[in-house]
């Protein structure tokens, strides 16, 4: 019998509470993340059965889906179903005890960029959100994953949920990234040769030389789109950059209890001779700038290839993909005009990815007619920028620079596109209406989507000289 264990097995084991059979276990959970549209019925059910919360502190709260972004000392959601979500999530973490990053907080932010930045993500951890892109946590060798509501409630009352096993996927990419290429790039090529369930049903481990090479902010992007695949986790076995981000943002890992922790946490990696159900291979040398074409993440090209025919695109409803937005086979997407260009969302709205940004459009302009925002995925990503300048930078260009939140990456709030408008988006979804009713959306980097709003069409990042007006 093979005793070597992959990492995610190594994770589960170390959180199971108890084993329900060959398929399921009781999973502990170290960190439960609520949001304010995912939340109510589970409170609501709770109170029902007189329940309390089991463990609050180890449960955080944000408003990050339905707040506005519009610029303003103070927010206010007019908007009464959206303001009565966030009322009552702030009606029940008082009652209950939790930590709120509410409204008007100045540290407020998406969930998925806050909770890292706190320091609140550990490796080894399991950590749980009524959102699928929970994934994003496996940067720092924690096994994140989103839960639905029912099991939204079950954690509150328990700290504990019924999980069902995934099976285990290793990606391993090696070589290096070429310039003008970033990790949003790498994870589109991925899920357009995969396809868009090419992981479905498996925890997805990223290893090999490439991924090593990449900035832990980076790597959050990678985790964060792995679900497009159909992943339910990704991992990155946390190395010295992963320990190293973590300590610099918990200070309460000190003394005895950091020298436990270090130990512990070299431990979190594959054995030698671990099997993995499914493994991939890709080269990172061939990664190009990467765009969506379609209305799912897998309709995917590179910026020098062009739109396939439906006999040879990969899914179903490819015909129905081109109608919706309006392209036909054999065209490059490369001058295709854009509306709007949103930069934001859990998958690229931290530091790293503004600083990239800025480096584009840095002595250039958005182009006329455009309309371009930049929302920061937190209070503290916001602020650090505008320290940096790159906020100024920004504004001087004609960029819209708004308040934290997800804002248009799913228009749940009053950021959306008119019908017909085509958007350059640093988001993660594409599917028809994602943006707004009629909308169409191309998935790109934060570079690449910084180059459309300059030049007022899709384009190339490796054509730009950096700093040098069009």
């Known amino acids: 019998?093979?005793?070597?264990?992959?990492?995610?097995?190594?994770?589960?084991?170390?959180?199971?509470?108890?084993?329900?059979?060959?398929?399921?276990?009781?999973?502990?959970?170290?960190?439960?993340?609520?949001?304010?549209?995912?939340?109510?019925?589970?409170?609501?059910?709770?109170?029902?059965?007189?329940?309390?919360?089991?463990?609050?502190?180890?449960?955080?709260?944000?408003?990050?889906?339905?707040?506005?972004?519009?610029?303003?000392?103070?927010?206010?959601?007019?908007?009464?179903?959206?303001?009565?979500?966030?009322?009552?999530?702030?009606?029940?973490?008082?009652r209950h005890g939790i930590a709120l990053f509410d409204t008007n907080d100045a540290l407020q932010g998406i969930e998925h960029i806050i909770a890292p930045e706190h320091g609140m993500i550990r490796p080894g951890m399991v950590v749980i959100c009524g959102d699928s892109h929970t994934t994003t946590y496996g940067a720092l060798g924690a096994l994140g994953f989103g839960i639905g509501t029912s099991e939204v409630g079950h954690v509150l009352a328990t700290q504990a949920l019924v999980y069902r096993l995934a099976g285990d996927m290793r990606i391993r990419v090696d070589g290096r990234l070429p310039t003008g290429t970033t990790s949003k790039d790498l994870i589109l090529m991925i899920i357009g040769r995969i396809s868009a369930q090419g992981a479905r049903g498996h925890v997805v481990e990223f290893c090999g030389s490439a991924i090593a090479a990449l900035s832990i902010e980076a790597r959050f992007t990678l985790c964060n789109m792995a679900v497009e695949a159909g992943a339910r986790g990704a991992l990155v076995a946390p190395d010295q950059a992963a320990v190293d981000y973590v300590l610099a943002r918990a200070p309460d890992i000190s003394g005895d209890l950091r020298e436990r922790a270090l130990a512990h946490w070299a431990t979190l990696r594959s054995d030698d001779g671990a099997r993995f159900d499914i493994e991939h291979r890709f080269d990172a040398s061939d990664v190009a700038p990467h765009v969506t074409w379609g209305t799912s993440p897998d309709q995917v090209i590179p910026i020098d290839g062009t739109v396939p025919a439906p006999e040879g695109a990969r899914g179903a409803?490819?015909?129905?993909?081109?109608?919706?937005?309006?392209?036909?086979a054999g065209m490059s997407l490369e001058g295709l005009a854009v509306d709007h260009v949103f930069i934001g969302s859990c998958t690229n709205a931290r530091i790293e990815d503004l600083r990239e940004v800025a480096e584009v459009v840095r002595g250039r302009r958005v182009a006329h007619g455009l309309r371009a925002m930049v929302v920061p995925g937190s209070g503290a990503v916001k602020a650090q920028a505008e320290a940096e300048g790159i906020a100024q930078l920004l504004v001087d260009a004609g960029f819209e620079w708004r308040l934290p939140g997800c804002s248009m990456c799913l228009a749940m709030n009053d950021d959306i596109l008119a019908p017909g408008q085509r958007c350059a988006s640093t988001t993660n979804r594409n599917f028809e209406g994602r943006q707004g009713r009629g909308a169409i959306t191309h998935l790109m980097s934060p570079a690449m989507a910084a180059a459309a709003a300059v030049t007022g069409r899709i384009t190339d990042i490796r054509r730009l000289t950096p700093g040098r007006p069009e």
């Open 1 to 94: 019998m093979n005793a070597a264990r992959t990492l995610y097995r190594k994770l589960v084991e170390s959180h199971t509470v108890a084993v329900l059979d060959e398929q399921n276990v009781l999973l502990f959970c170290d960190l439960h993340l609520m949001n304010e549209y995912t939340s109510p019925q589970a409170f609501a059910g709770l109170h029902e059965q007189s329940r309390a919360v089991l463990v609050p502190g180890q449960n955080v709260a944000t408003v990050s889906h339905v707040i506005p972004t519009h610029p303003g000392a103070h927010r206010v959601i007019r908007d009464p179903a959206a303001a009565l979500q966030a009322s009552n999530l702030k009606r029940n973490c008082t």
């Open 317 to 328: 409803g490819t015909e129905q993909a081109l109608r919706y937005t309006g392209l036909r």
